[in-house]
Structure formats: structure tokens, C-alpha cells
């Protein structure tokens, strides 16, 4: 069984697959709270399907780009299961969650826009079924355009990305569907920065004369 998550934005989704059709998932009812609400979905999933950890085959994380500490607590808790349990983790770019749902809705060209704070998004292009562009951090005024535009940044800046198109956040069980098919390409479960976390490591303290 495939257990995937996303926690790349600011909600967190969890998936359980069996090898044919995704037979349990989860997404949170309320935002930034990653570390509170990863584990409970897990833990439901698996209660929905009667599956146990042991059943574990692979894991499938969203490795982003997004903000630092969210996407901390998916990848350690991917890495730590497949440790643990012995068992490959998969890591996908999370705007390629975004592009496959987009996809299968029949979206051919586009792009897809995350909130990436400070008033800019994560952006990437896509075409034919397939990432041509990015990702990359920018500032929306900078990026804008009457294309079709999937995702929460677009809804975010209206007055760059006009046409905004759904899924306005990604989906677990988009993200199984990924990597069963390798639909995308499949990357190791390493955090997909694009940019210095928000957070700065402290300074050495300073000689007391």
C-alpha cells in the first residue's frame, strides 16, 4: 500500500492507495498547523482502509517548493516511515500535483501559482501534460499574464492572474495517482527550497571585553 502526503502549503492532505484506486483520505480542517494534524491523518487513513504501518509498501511526499517549516514536518515524517518500516519514500514536486489534477480536468497549457509568502508565488508552466517551466519564485507583478493559472496564488493576485482554474491546493490522492503512474518525475525526498528559510540560524554571541 502507498501512503502519501503533502504538507508544502498551508493544508495538510493524506492519501492511502492499494495498488488500484485510493481507498482512504484526509485533508485538514484548518490551516498551519502541520505538526498537529500530519500524524491524526495518517492515523486515519489507515483506520478507514483497516491497514496497519506494516502494510506500508512505499510513501509519496510533496517535497514543494514551499514554506520551510511546513514542508519540514512532511519530508521527516516521510523519511522516518520509510526508515523505519524499510520501504522506498517517493518525493514529487508539489506544483506537479497541482498540474496532474489540472490534467485530468482536461487543462491542457497553463501554469501553476503557490503562495510562497512575502507577496510572491511559486510558479511553474505547463504544457502537453508535461512541466516546461520552472519552478521558480517571483513576484506576481512581474509574472503576469491572461493565461490560465491553477492553484492558491492565483486566487491570491487576481490583478496579475485574471483567470484563475481549480485545484486551489493540492491533493494526496492526486499525488498517489502521480506516483503509481509516474506521471512526473519521481525525486528523492530531499525539500525543494527556493529561497533562505524565514528563519535565520542565531549569530555567534558576541565577546564580552
Known sequence: ???AFDTA???VTVALHDGERVVASYSSPSSMRHGEML?????QVLAEAGALNTDLTAVA??????PFTGLRVGLVTARTLGFSLGIPVYGVCTLDVLAAEAIDAGRDEFLVATDARRK????????????????S????ADVATDRLVVGRGAVLYPEAFPHASGPENPSAAVLCDVVAAERFELLDPDPLYLRRPDVDRAHAPKKVS
Open 1 to 3: 500500500m502507498l501512503l
Open 9 to 11: 502549503t498551508p493544508h
Open 39 to 43: 500524524a491524526p491523518g495518517i492515523e
Open 61 to 66: 511526499v510533496g517535497v514543494g517548493p514551499g
Open 120 to 135: 510572491e508565488v511559486y510558479l511553474a508552466s505547463y504544457a502537453e501534460g508535461q512541466r516546461v517551466d520552472g519552478p
Open 137 to 140: 519564485v517571483c513576484r506576481p
